[in-house]
């Protein structure tokens, strides 16, 4: 059984954590950074017209895709699934969970991400929003649909195998 999560747009890099809370690197950083590269020629008015969103919010992800890099600790990332703040996400509680607990959501829950491509629960993210409907050119396509391809598909088929 596999769980298929969306991202949520809102963000929690501020709750403090248990140092000892498990993680791992994401899975496809050579893909994001390819769209990391992409995002930092852009504007805050790009941005802002891209993803409709605010002066202020636009402004954020500018600084965001700027001061990103390629490296994921617990100094500059968080865990996704304790990164993420929406309702599915506050619902998990995850938090609170035990490890074979937090062991098994790692194993049956998948989140889609428009700038990761895939994160597992436990994988830890830097902080961007990127959503997958974004029509952002890139070397592959006019938008995020052409750039991930058949890869996400590939990677969840072997993960239900």
């Keep these: 059984m596999l769980f298929l999560l ?47 969103l ?25 865990q996704a699934i304790l990164a993420f703040n929406g309702d599915v996400y506050e619902g998990l509680e995850a938090a609170t969970l035990s490890k074979s607990q937090l062991e098994w959501t790692n194993e049956h829950v998948l ?6 491509g895939v994160l597992r629960p436990m994988d830890l993210m830097r902080p961007y929003r990127l959503e997958m409907g974004t029509r952002l050119e890139n070397a592959k396509g006019k938008n995020l649909y052409e750039f991930w391809d058949t890869q996400l598909a590939e990677f969840i088929n072997q993960s239900l195998a």
Excluded: C, H
């Design 6 to 52: 969306s991202p949520a747009k809102k963000l929690d890099y501020d709750s403090p954590l248990a140092a000892d809370y498990p993680f791992e690197q994401p899975l496809f950083v050579e893909q994001a950074v390819e769209l990391i590269e992409v995002l930092k020629t852009k504007s805050e008015q790009d941005v802002a017209d891209l993803m409709k």
């Design 54 to 78: 605010s002066e202020s919010l636009a402004a954020l992800n500018v600084e965001r895709y700027q001061q990103w890099e390629p490296t994921f600790d617990q100094t500059n990332s968080r």
């Design 111 to 116: 989140i889609l991400s428009g700038l990761y």
